[in-house]
């Protein structure tokens, strides 16, 4: 006899799942799109820093991307990025990128925590991870030292609205 579980005949699986339009968001983004980007698993829309709110709310709102499944940081020789993955939780398959490039001088972008929730610890780790403050702000929070842990400081918090990078 096995110990294999026996396949739930009740569950629902799609016969074929939906495409991503990726046309049709960027007609639905309009001139907030700087340029599209193809990857391997989901293209992607290229945005300034201070759309970040509204191209992320129209997405959710307008497209059904309703989950902010990851948050990379990404940093280059001339500019920082950050490349929100989002997805449907209805089919996990359909995803999309949203890159936001920013100036090393001052690297910041609109939080994007007023949509996704989720995007506050998402936004608060990449903000270590592109600084390559990850470490210091480690050993500098197991001493207790709030100021230093990486939530009150960064450099893109002192220049307004944004969200280190």
Known sequence: MSDAREPDSELEVPETRETVDYDELADLLGDRVIRREDHLN???????????????????????FDHLSCLTAQEYEDRYESIYHLSKYADRTQEVNVIVPT?????????????YKTAEWH???????A???????????AHGDPAEDGVTGGRGLEHGLGVPV
């Open 42 to 64: 989901a293209g992607g829309f290229v945005i300034h820093p201070g759309d970040v709110q509204t191209v992320l709310r129209t997405l959710r709102d307008e497209a059904g």
């Open 131 to 141: 600084t390559g403050r990850r470490a210091e702000r480690t050993r500098q929070s």
């Open 103 to 115: 100036d090393k001088e001052d690297p910041w972008n609109e939080s994007a925590a007023p949509i």
């Open 123 to 129: 936004e608060r780790e990449a903000s270590g991870q």
